[in-house]
């Protein structure tokens, strides 16, 4: 097994049309604004850009992104990531039965920053704790933003 590697999937159940889900994840500088986790974004182009995440342990990972792919008509969003994570993360977006979205999250990375590298195995457990609470607190933050739009 390699301890620096990791695949993540989220499901998050949405009250919004898909279409509005996507008109709010397609706008990745703006994740600050309602996804605590994600200290910053910026964009270097039109379609790449770097961002600054940090959840409950005390480190930062910085990484850049760069669009793969951008499938409105599939509810399609994904980008190819390097930096302190290296792979790629996927949202796809459905419409769920009885209305409202939902949104699934993939992802799929090796930890490339030393400090994960060096404690991977004691701080796997950790790891999966502080990403499990940064999406639990995305979801809150999605839905609050999709209420105030």
């Not at 039109?46 to 499938?71: C, K, Q, V, W």
């Not at 502080?130 to 933050?141: E, I, K, P, S, T």
Request: charged content about 30%.
């Amino acid at each position: 097994m390699d301890w620096c590697h990791y695949r993540f999937r989220s499901v998050w159940n949405l009250s919004a049309a898909p279409g509005a889900v996507y008109a709010v994840l397609e706008q990745a500088q703006d994740y600050p604004r309602w996804w605590p986790q994600v200290r910053a974004v910026t964009p270097l182009g039109e379609r790449d850009g770097t961002a600054r995440l940090r959840s409950l342990l005390p480190y930062d990972i910085f990484i850049t992104g760069e669009e793969r792919r951008r499938d409105p008509d599939r509810g399609i969003l994904e980008i190819t990531m390097t930096g302190d994570l290296e792979g790629w993360a996927r949202w796809t977006l459905t419409a769920a039965d009885g209305g409202g979205t939902r949104a699934r999250f993939d992802q799929e990375v090796d930890v490339r920053k030393p400090l994960m590298r060096r404690l991977a195995v004691p701080g796997r457990p950790l790891f999966l704790l502080n990403h499990a609470l940064m999406m639990r607190a995305g979801r809150r933050g999605l839905a609050s933003r999709l209420e105030a739009v």
